[in-house]
């Protein structure tokens, strides 16, 4: 009972006003009894009957009492944070985010795989930000809009597989929606966070256009590039070097991010992922300024629907013995 309170607990002093006023007052005279030798004594059934209704109302007493002092129940305490952050993840779907060339564990992985690795971490770790998330190739799409549901954003983008939404990369198109979902918003802190392996090569909106909007909304892009960039691929009988980051376009996403304040980063393998989403954390750490609250419901009702029908016992009781 440790989530019960009692609101106006001193009306509880108002408990022994009955007996008050039993023994204070004085009793009533009555006329003295007509004593009929001839009747049988009923005495001992008449104290029985005078017992009932002083327990009925003594308990009647108790329950409006009880309700009167508004007992309340309080659930257990919710944590909000004072302030939120709108955080839009914006990732590359193009056919060359299909290219293994991430190392992870000992092995390459492609680039899809491990992003949705260490996004992981990333999105359980924004606790008390409104994330959201939008996919781009040959356009954009919104695929899950901001939302403090991290678990829904994270199964959002674990479920999505390539090729899905066509082969080019629209980084103008992703930057543009991503800002689209901030126009509504009253967050101080508007942060996208742009993923890609490529060039521009699709949609209708230049990304340094997009970027240039996305100041006007007052939102900061960090942008990542990933591929591993020069590495030996082995072959039949000789192996030679290749770099898988050749359509890579470090100048536009280098622009992009100091046009809204933010920073530009290299992924190459996992690890970078890891460490890049890391510092990303520290640029935009998480707001410690809590609220706590507690739901409550007012219980008085439950006393006093037991008072009331304990009056209507009582109501029967005299109606029978009188």
Request: net charge neutral; hydrophobic share 45%.
């Amino acid at each position: 009972m440790a989530n019960l309170e009692f609101v106006w607990w001193p009306l509880f002093l108002l408990l022994p006003l009955p007996l008050a006023v039993y023994f204070l007052l004085p009793s009533a005279k009555s006329d003295a009894p007509l004593y009929l030798p001839y009747l049988p004594d009923s005495s001992a059934s008449k104290a029985t009957q005078s017992v009932m209704p002083k327990l009925l109302m003594s308990a009647l007493w108790l329950c409006l009492v009880t309700a009167a002092a508004r007992p309340v129940w309080y659930g257990e305490p919710i944590i909000q944070q004072a302030e939120h952050r709108d955080l839009m993840l914006v990732v590359d779907l193009s056919g060359s985010m299909e290219q293994k060339d991430m190392l992870y564990q000992g092995d390459y992985i492609d680039r899809l795989s491990a992003v949705k690795q260490v996004l992981n971490d990333f999105i359980a770790k924004r606790d008390g930000d409104r994330l959201g998330l939008v996919f781009f190739a040959d356009h954009a799409y919104l695929q899950t809009p901001l939302t403090f549901d991290r678990n829904a954003v994270n199964q959002q983008l674990q479920q999505v597989v390539l090729n899905l939404i066509g082969s080019r990369t629209a980084i103008g198109e992703g930057i543009g929606l991503a800002t689209k979902t901030f126009v509504d918003s009253e967050a101080p802190q508007r942060v996208i966070v742009l993923l890609s392996d490529g060039s521009n090569t699709a949609g209708v909106l230049d990304p340094i256009e997009a970027a240039e909007i996305a100041k006007k909304y007052k939102a900061t892009i960090y942008t990542v590039g990933v591929g591993a960039g020069e590495m030996e691929m082995k072959q039949f009988f000789f192996s030679r070097t290749v770099n898988t980051a050749r359509d890579l376009d470090e100048t536009s996403l280098r622009k992009i991010a100091e046009i809204t304040g933010g920073q530009y980063f290299r992924a190459r393998n996992s690890q970078d992922l890891a460490n890049i989403y890391q510092t990303i954390n520290q640029l935009e750490p998480i707001n410690q300024a809590t609220q706590t609250w507690r739901p409550q419901q007012e219980w008085f009702r439950y006393p006093l629907a037991i008072a009331l029908g304990l009056l209507f016992v009582l109501i029967i009781v005299r109606r029978n013995h009188v």
